[in-house]
């Protein structure tokens, strides 16, 4: 997911998506232990998702307070 994308989300809409994102980390982390995925990058990925969204959303909150 592309920064712009996020930036046009509310802020109650990223943090659903934060959560929908780490449940499936969690998921994918786990079958990856006992079966390696086809695409290993994906948990990096979706890492740099949250991580990017979680940093978008911190900005929000910040600018609103000001």
């Known amino acids: 997911m592309k920064s712009s994308e996020i930036k046009e989300m509310a802020p ?7 959560d ?22 994906k948990i990096k990925h979706t890492r ?4 990017r969204m979680k ?4 900005q929000k909150q910040l600018n609103e307070k000001s």
Not at 24 to 41: A, F, G
Not at 48 to 51: E, F, G, K, L, P
């Open 12 to 18: 109650h809409e990223i943090e659903e998506r934060i």
């Open 20 to 41: 929908a994102l780490s449940q499936e980390l969690v998921r994918m982390k786990l079958n990856h232990t006992i079966s390696p995925l086809e695409n290993p990058m």
């Open 48 to 51: 740099q998702d949250i991580a």
């Open 55 to 58: 940093t978008i959303l911190r």
